[in-house]
Structure formats: structure tokens, C-alpha cells
């Protein structure tokens, strides 16, 4: 067994010598360290059928062999390395007369993707979730899961881009096709929040875009009443417009909700005191929200007898447009680079 095990080494060692390249290398390894049929791995199984004395040596000086030929193995790849590296030089030649290439200039993060990440990551720190879904949405997940029927006025409003021969299937209206997406996907309790864009068929002006951008939200639990919404959207608006704004709710109709309001800050640009962008009023429209409707929990599998929920909506344009003092929505899907690169 000794005399096998040294004429394996003398092989072994005498192979690696002469590996003119990695791949060469990688060969031996294989052919003497593979699991399944290495040279090493089926002589060190067969120790074990030995007499106990005999494990002992014929062990010890397996285990010198295997270190040796792995140590070889180690110092040959080094040495191949060495030499990889001295032919890439040899061929890779610098012209130091070369002109010096132009410095290539920074992207710019367009302002909707700065408010969208500044958002996310304020309702990371409150423990909501991101999900996302598709922008061309079944009419059944856009519509009809969200209580409103095909014969509902709602439709109108909302009217968007279908796709030809294929009426039920759509161009989203809004990020709230993704409501009872999330509650079947991730059950109760639930606190998620789903940026996206959406499109409507919208005659565009300096307000309205036929493409735009929404952040929906919801949350879902036992118990769960209308000032703990209140409590969440006086966060988000403290968050964008400082500690001293305040927020109003009005009623309102949104058909996935129930009841519904209208949710109002502070003008942030006259303190409530009424200028021309609040309309002289004091308070600028900012989301939608509600209690979530009985039949849209049950779209979603949830028993609205134990769980109750809310949800709200932000135009992330309409931040945008604010944040940043933007006249005109149209500008936003410009593509002009002159705009993109004061951001």
C-alpha cells in the first residue's frame, strides 16, 4: 500500500511540473481530488478496510502525500499566474501620446425618482413593505375587484388606453390595481406601499399627462379605525412639509373605500395664509384615502368581520410639481436634458 501510495505522489507531482497552463492544472486537481473518481479520494477510502495498525501508517503517510500534492498544486498555479500576467503586459501597451478621453458626465436621478425613493424609504422606517406589479393590469384587478363594476360612472373618470382585440386588458389608471394583489399575495396583517406609473387618456395641459405617477398605500388589521389613518397621513405630511403643517380631511367618494375623504395640507408656501398655488385657500390637495370597503377585502380574501384596513393615495407628480416649483406637468415627460440636470 505504501509503494502505491508514493507512486502516486511521483505521478502526481511530475504531472503538475509539467501543466503548461491553468486549465492544465485544473486537470490534475481533478484527476486526483474529484469526489466521485479522484485518484486520492478512492485510495483514501480504501484505508479504512485495513488492519487498525495498519490505518495508522499507511494514514499518516496518505495524509503527507495528499499535503504535498496539494501544496504543489498551490505553488504551480502562482507560478502559471506569474506568467499570465507578464504575457497581458507584454501585449497590452499603453500610448501615453494618446489624447486624454473627455470626462464622461454623471447621470441625473429625475425628480419623481428622488420624491419616490425619499418616500419609500420613510415608510421602510414605519415598517411598510414595497410592492410592485405590472403597468398593463387585467380589467378585473384595474376595475372590478376595486367595486367598480363595468356600467360604474367611476370608469370615466378613469378613462385609459385598452389594448386592441384584448378589452380586458389595460393600461392601469391607477396604482390601487395593486390592492387585492397584495392582500392575496402577502394575506393579514398587511402594511404596504406600491409606487408606480399609471396612464390615463387624458386631453394633457399644464396639470394633467396622459402618463403620471401614484403612491399607494394600505394597511390591514384587526381593529384597525380612521385615526390611525389620520395619525399616518399627518406623518407623511410632516415628513414632506415640515412639523407645523396641518391636515384636514373632507369627505369624499372613491368607490374602494368607505368611508372616503379628501386629504388637505397646509399651504407650505404661505403658511395657510392663501396665495396663488393653494388658490387662496390655505390648503393644498394631497391624497385620497379611506377605510377599505367591505368588498374589496373580500376580493382579496380577507374577512372584513376580523379585519379592518385603510388606504391612501399620493399623485407623486403632484408632489413633484410642488416640491420642486413645476409649472407645467408636461415638462416632467419631456426627456429634455436642460430640466433633468438641475436635479
Excluded at 504551480?76 to 501597451?93: I, R
Excluded at 380589467?139 to 363594476?149: A, E, G, K, Q, V
Excluded at 378589452?167 to 398587511?190: F, I
Aim: net charge negative; hydrophobic share 40%.
Amino acid at each position: 500500500m505504501n509503494d502505491k501510495i508514493l507512486k502516486i505522489k511521483q505521478v502526481a507531482l511530475e504531472a503538475i511540473r509539467e501543466a503548461k497552463d491553468r486549465e492544465a492544472l485544473r486537470d490534475v486537481e481533478n484527476e486526483y481530488f474529484s469526489r466521485k473518481a479522484g485518484v486520492l479520494t478512492e485510495m483514501m477510502k480504501s484505508i479504512k478496510d485495513l488492519s487498525v495498525e495498519e490505518k495508522k501508517k499507511v494514514g499518516q503517510l496518505a495524509n503527507e502525500t495528499k499535503q504535498e500534492i496539494e501544496k504543489a498544486i498551490v505553488e504551480k498555479n502562482y507560478e502559471l499566474s506569474e506568467e499570465d500576467w507578464a504575457n497581458s503586459l507584454a501585449v497590452e501597451k499603453i500610448d501615453l501620446t494618446a489624447p486624454v478621453l473627455p470626462h464622461a458626465e454623471r447621470g441625473h436621478l429625475h425628480p419623481v425618482s428622488i420624491v419616490q425613493k425619499e418616500l419609500e424609504e420613510f415608510f421602510s422606517s414605519m415598517g411598510f413593505i414595497i410592492a410592485d406589479g405590472p403597468e398593463l393590469e387585467s380589467d378585473y384587478f384595474n376595475f372590478s375587484s376595486l367595486n367598480i363594476p363595468a356600467d360604474h360612472p367611476a370608469r370615466d373618470s378613469q378613462d385609459t388606453f385598452y389594448i386592441k382585440n384584448h378589452p380586458d386588458w389595460v393600461m392601469r389608471t391607477h396604482t390601487s390595481s395593486l390592492q387585492v394583489r397584495s392582500m392575496q399575495k402577502y394575506g393579514v396583517p398587511l402594511r404596504v406601499i406600491m409606487p408606480g406609473k399609471c396612464y390615463r387618456n387624458e386631453a394633457t395641459d399644464a396639470r394633467h399627462e396622459h402618463t403620471f405617477y401614484q403612491l399607494e398605500g394600505l394597511v390591514i388589521n384587526e381593529a384597525i379605525t380612521m385615526a390611525h389613518m389620520k395619525g399616518v397621513l399627518e406623518a407623511v405630511a410632516k415628513h414632506l412639509y415640515g412639523p407645523e403643517t396641518q391636515v384636514r380631511l373632507r369627505p369624499k367618494f372613491y368607490p374602494f373605500v368607505e368611508p372616503g375623504v379628501n386629504g388637505e395640507v397646509t399651504c407650505f408656501l404661505c403658511d395657510g395664509a392663501g396665495c396663488k398655488v393653494c388658490k387662496n385657500t390655505g390648503w393644498m390637495e394631497i391624497f385620497g384615502a379611506g377605510m377599505i370597503h367591505q368588498s374589496v377585502l373580500k376580493e382579496g380574501g380577507i374577512d372584513p368581520e376580523k379585519y379592518q384596513g385603510f388606504a391612501f393615495g399620493f399623485g407623486l407628480t403632484r408632489l413633484v410639481m410642488l416640491k420642486y416649483g413645476i409649472e407645467d406637468a408636461r415638462i416632467l415627460q419631456s426627456g429634455d436634458l436642460r430640466f433633468i440636470k438641475q436635479f
